[in-house]
C-alpha cells in the first residue's frame, strides 16, 4: 500500500507539475502579451505626442509671434512718448538756463558799466525815433524856407 501511495501520490504530484506547467507556460504568454501591448501602447502615444508635439509646438510659435508683435508696437509707442518728454524737458531746461545766463550776465555788465543787449536795443530805439524826428524837421525847415523864398 505504501507503494500505492506513493505511486498514486507521484500521480498527484506529477498532475501538479503539470498544472504548473501549463500555467506558468500561460502566465509567461500573458506576460508576452501584455509587455507587447505596453511597447504598442508606448510607441502609440510617442507616435501622437510627435504629431500632436508638432501642432502644438507651431500653436506656441503662433502666439509668441503674436506677443512679440504686441510687445514690440508697445516698446515702440512707449519709446517715442518717453522721447518727447525727453525732449520737452530738455527744451525747457534749455530756455531756463538761458534766462538765468542772461539775466546773471546783463546783471554783471550793469554793475561794470557797460551796456547790455537790451540796452542797445532800447538805444537804437531812440535812435531811430530821433532820426524820424530830426527827418520830419528838415522837411518841415524846407516846406518853410520854401514859403520864405516865395513872399
Request: glycine fraction near 6%; proline fraction near 0%.
Amino acid at each position: 500500500m505504501d507503494n500505492n501511495n506513493e505511486h498514486g501520490s507521484t500521480k498527484k504530484e506529477n498532475g501538479s507539475t503539470q498544472l504548473k506547467s501549463k500555467s506558468q507556460r500561460k502566465s509567461t504568454l500573458d506576460f508576452r502579451k501584455y509587455t507587447k501591448q505596453i511597447w504598442l501602447a508606448g510607441l502609440g502615444a510617442f507616435s501622437r505626442a510627435e504629431e500632436e508635439g508638432n501642432k502644438m509646438f507651431d500653436s506656441l510659435v503662433k502666439v509668441g509671434e503674436e506677443l512679440e508683435s504686441r510687445t514690440v508696437e508697445l516698446t515702440d509707442q512707449t519709446v517715442t512718448k518717453v522721447a518727447e518728454k525727453t525732449k520737452e524737458s530738455v527744451t525747457d531746461t534749455k530756455d531756463k538756463v538761458e534766462k538765468l545766463l542772461d539775466h546773471g550776465v546783463s546783471t554783471s555788465l550793469n554793475k561794470i558799466g557797460l551796456a547790455t543787449a537790451k540796452d542797445l536795443q532800447h538805444l537804437e530805439g531812440l535812435i531811430l525815433a530821433l532820426t524820424n524826428k530830426v527827418d520830419a524837421l528838415v522837411e518841415e525847415n524846407k516846406k518853410l524856407n520854401a514859403q520864405l523864398e516865395k513872399k
